[in-house]
């Protein structure tokens, strides 16, 4: 038995790291992909422009402010996973010291925007109804799971990243490229499946 | 290695919904004081009832529309029979088929149950595993409302299908 708050973290938690549907994940790895562990500081920054983005669709759309098309979105979410892969691609892994691009506030906060539309539509389907008063408790509970979801899925990057380039010795550049290029494949497999012709 | 990975994740993907299909049933079982009963509503998307239902009898069956198929409500009780059990006290209790209808946005359909007669409820377990069978991330929400403001959730999968709540 759990709380109400529990079981809507539980939820948030698992959404984000559902690895049977794993597009906010990809969109995660493109984000991370030019950085390595040394880069952390900016790497936290990142995760929190994307938190925003996210927070502010998913509390518009469970206050009923706003709603978005399922079909709209699911083709909008691939799209921000190989816009951020050839970013990528064309800049390059960021060097040692430098910080963040203005662009990545974009892509992270902007973007972010987008994928809170997924994350609402699943967190719609799993209010009940006549508890419209919890509806504060159950989006800060869903949100805060989506974070713990986000967090241990960047450190799993950032880890699997540091052992390929720190331990392994390939260099940055081949690495970046490498994510970002499987990131763009899979996601435009993800759009073909989507696009309704 | 690239290709390695790339290949472990389309594999993964066949086998796997790909999109973020929403693999969610709610159910509310709520004890009315005046009726010493407990109603039960449950929240079922609509297509996936069907998938599930066209295991038992092949028939098209047409959920939510003028044309549905005559068989449909028995069908349903049957289907909750295998896969949705409540247990008051400790001991496994029938309910009532009282009915169903489709939700607000024809995409799910309310099924209403009911077990009347019922005093001194003090522990009730359930078991949800519908549509665990068709998908591997069917997460189903259980939530119990017992005297005013009290509320327990359940939230039950294919691995762990049931809990218990104590009052």
């Known amino acids: 038995m759990d709380s109400v708050f529990w079981t809507y973290l539980k939820l948030g938690r698992d959404h984000i790291a559902d690895l049977g549907a794993y597009d906010h994940m990809l969109f995660l790895l493109a984000l991370c992909a030019v950085f390595t562990i040394s880069h952390w500081r900016q790497v936290i920054l990142l995760a929190t422009g994307f938190t925003l983005g996210h927070s502010i669709t998913l509390i518009g759309a469970g206050l009923d402010i706003i709603r978005f098309p399922m079909d709209v979105i699911e083709i909008l979410i691939p799209v921000t996973i190989i816009l951020t892969g050839i970013y ?54 869903f949100n805060i799971g989506i974070e713990l979801g986000q967090v241990i899925i960047v450190l799993v990057i950032l880890a699997i990243s540091w052992l390929i380039v720190n331990q392994f010795g390939l260099s940055k550049r081949y690495w970046n490229g490498a994510l970002s290029i499987l990131a763009i494949g899979v996601s435009l497999f993800l759009l073909w499946e989507k696009i309704p012709f | 290695m690239l290709w390695m990975v790339l290949s472990m994740i389309l594999s993964f993907g066949n086998t796997n919904s790909l999109d973020h299909d929403i693999h969610i049933s709610k159910c509310i079982i709520e004890y009315s004081e005046s009726d010493k009963a407990f109603q039960i509503m449950m929240h079922v998307f609509v297509d996936d009832l069907e998938l599930a239902l066209q295991k038992l009898d092949s028939s098209s069956l047409k959920l939510n529309t003028e044309l549905e198929y005559e068989k449909a409500d028995s069908l349903i009780l049957d289907y909750l029979d295998d896969h949705f059990q409540i247990a008051i006290n400790g001991k496994t209790t029938s309910y009532n088929y009282v009915g169903k209808e489709a939700s607000e946005d024809l995409q799910a359909v309310w099924i209403y149950l009911e077990i009347p007669d019922l005093k001194d409820v003090n522990e009730v377990n359930v078991r949800d595993d519908m549509l665990t069978e068709l998908y591997d991330d069917q997460t189903n929400i259980v939530q119990i409302r017992y005297k005013g403001e009290k509320r327990a959730y359940f939230l039950l999968t294919g691995k762990e299908p049931s809990d218990t709540v104590t009052f």
């Open chain 1, 88 to 141: 990528n691609l064309r800049r390059g892994p960021l060097e040692k010291g430098e910080s963040l691009r203005r662009n990545h506030y974009f892509l992270a906060a902007g973007f972010g925007l987008i994928h809170g539309m997924g994350f609402s539509n699943f967190l719609r389907s799993a209010l009940m109804p006549g508890e419209e008063s919890e509806l504060v408790i159950q989006l800060l509970a």
